[in-house]
């Protein structure tokens, strides 16, 4: 093992200890993965409860309903029966013989029972012309959910690079660092640690969602989330990448505490600006044809679209290449801001200054 990449090793070691060792990283990290299985276990509770709700009734012996769909039905003997049930609250309804065309009534305790009347309609036969069409409301909440896990890693894990190059710079422990490893190596170490931690805290979150729909029997989400969950991963690994490089090239710039919000809002606004178009753009495969395709924004477009079955097999193949490209170039100017501004102390260095050789 030469030189550089002990160095990068030592450097990444004690990046994934810091965070480890971070009470912040291990509460924000438990609540993410919190969220996430109770809203998987709480949307199959709902799920359940919706298709299974429905409304006890008491029905005569004798009397042919056009439907029974939402209805409990207790068969009773007469409707002197029913009546009984309907006052004890045994059921919020009776539906008793009448004369009419209908051939029977309802008999409710204190008002009208709208839920059993709606129940009992003649509906019209149904034809789905796309039967294996998703829910908008499912789509809308797998977008969601990749938007959130994505946003919140990459800040959590870049303002923490941030913060740990500006801590280094300000307290001059740079300069000792500097003179042992290059400032290349010390990059490097910094991006490959969080890097790790980040696509660790990923991988444990896609297993959690994928324990708990298996636990609450949504078997067949599981089966569509399946692939787009591995591709989110796959894409976060590399995605990563970029922003952590991005983020501790803007960190170099400053030398306060006070100044890092201001140099690393251009790399949030890159960060949530994607966030925000799959809350809004989720069901629009213009905006997620073209958000495949931007290095910031394909980690989470690439995987919705394979999710929704839109992308063909060598697109997300495509797109991976994009982004490890854009990573590279972003590590490779990144490395020159990094090394160039790091020992500059005082104001905040111009870019275009630390982008010279």
Same mark, same amino acid.
């Given at each position: 093992?030469?030189?550089?990449?002990?160095?990068?090793?030592?450097?990444?070691?004690?990046?994934?200890?810091?965070?480890?060792?971070?009470?912040? $990283?291990?509460?924000?990290?438990?609540?993410?993965?919190?969220?996430?299985?109770?809203?998987?276990?709480?949307?199959?509770?709902?799920?359940?409860?919706?298709?299974?709700?429905?409304?006890?009734?008491?029905?005569?012996?004798?009397?042919?309903?056009?439907?029974?769909?939402?209805?409990?039905?207790?068969?009773?003997?007469?409707?002197?029966?029913?009546?009984?049930?309907?006052?004890?609250?045994?059921?919020?309804?009776?539906?008793?013989?009448?004369?009419?065309?209908?051939? $029977?009534?309802?008999?409710?305790?204190?008002?009208?029972?709208?839920?059993?009347?709606?129940?009992?309609? %003649?509906?019209?036969?149904?034809?789905?012309?796309?039967?294996?069409?998703?829910?908008?409301?499912?789509?809308?909440?797998?977008?969601?959910?990749?938007?959130?896990?994505?946003?919140?890693?990459?800040?959590?894990?870049?303002?923490?690079?941030?913060?740990?190059?500006?801590?280094?710079?300000?307290?001059?422990?740079?300069?000792?660092?500097?003179?042992?490893?290059?400032?290349?190596?010390?990059?490097?170490?910094?991006?490959?640690?969080?890097?790790?931690?980040?696509?660790?805290?990923?991988?444990?979150?896609?297993?959690?969602?994928?324990?708990?729909?298996?636990?609450?029997?949504?078997?067949?989400?599981?089966?569509?989330?399946?692939?787009?969950?591995?591709?989110?991963?796959?894409?976060?690994? %590399?995605?990563?990448?970029?922003?952590?490089?991005?983020?501790?090239?803007?960190?170099?710039?400053?030398?306060?505490?006070?100044?890092?919000?201001?140099?690393?809002?251009?790399?949030?606004?890159?960060?949530?600006?994607?966030?925000?178009?799959?809350?809004?753009?989720?069901?629009?495969?213009?905006?997620?044809?073209?958000?495949?395709?931007?290095?910031?924004?394909?980690?989470?477009?690439?995987?919705?679209?394979? $999710?929704?079955?839109?992308?063909?097999?060598?697109?997300?193949?495509?797109?991976?290449?994009?982004?490890?490209?854009?990573?590279?170039?972003?590590?490779?100017?990144?490395?020159?801001?990094?090394?160039?501004?790091?020992?500059?102390?005082?104001?905040?260095?111009?870019?275009?200054?630390?982008?010279?050789?």
């Amino acid at each position: 093992m030469n030189s550089f990449s002990q160095a990068v090793r030592l450097v990444s070691v004690r990046e994934i200890q810091a965070r480890i060792r971070s009470k912040a $990283f291990v509460v924000s990290a438990a609540i993410l993965l919190v969220m996430v299985v109770a809203s998987i276990v709480v949307g199959g509770i709902v799920g359940k409860a919706s298709a299974g709700d429905t409304t006890p009734v008491a029905v005569v012996d004798g009397v042919s309903l056009p439907s029974t769909g939402g209805l409990d039905v207790t068969r009773v003997d007469d409707r002197a029966a029913a009546e009984q049930l309907v006052r004890s609250g045994d059921v919020d309804a009776a539906i008793v013989p009448e004369s009419g065309p209908l051939g $029977f009534g309802v008999v409710g305790l204190d008002q009208a029972p709208t839920d059993v009347v709606q129940a009992l309609a %003649v509906s019209p036969p149904v034809e789905l012309l796309d039967p294996d069409a998703l829910p908008p409301g499912l789509v809308s909440f797998v977008g969601i959910a990749f938007g959130v896990v994505f946003f919140a890693a990459a800040v959590t894990f870049g303002q923490s690079i941030a913060q740990s190059v500006v801590e280094e710079k300000s307290t001059r422990v740079v300069e000792i660092l500097m003179a042992a490893i290059p400032a290349r190596a010390l990059l490097a170490g910094k991006v490959l640690g969080n890097s790790v931690m980040a696509l660790a805290q990923i991988v444990a979150v896609a297993i959690a969602a994928a324990v708990a729909l298996a636990v609450t029997g949504q078997d067949n989400l599981f089966t569509l989330l399946g692939p787009s969950m591995l591709w989110f991963v796959v894409f976060f690994a %590399v995605g990563f990448v970029l922003i952590a490089a991005l983020f501790a090239a803007s960190a170099a710039l400053v030398s306060r505490q006070e100044d890092v919000g201001s140099v690393t809002m251009p790399v949030m606004m890159l960060v949530m600006i994607p966030y925000f178009l799959i809350i809004f753009a989720a069901d629009d495969p213009t905006v997620l044809g073209i958000m495949s395709y931007v290095p910031f924004s394909a980690p989470i477009g690439m995987p919705m679209r394979i $999710f929704l079955g839109s992308a063909e097999w060598w697109e997300p193949i495509v797109s991976l290449l994009v982004v490890v490209a854009s990573a590279a170039l972003v590590v490779v100017i990144g490395a020159r801001v990094y090394s160039n501004a790091l020992l500059r102390t005082g104001g905040r260095v111009k870019l275009a200054e630390a982008l010279q050789r």
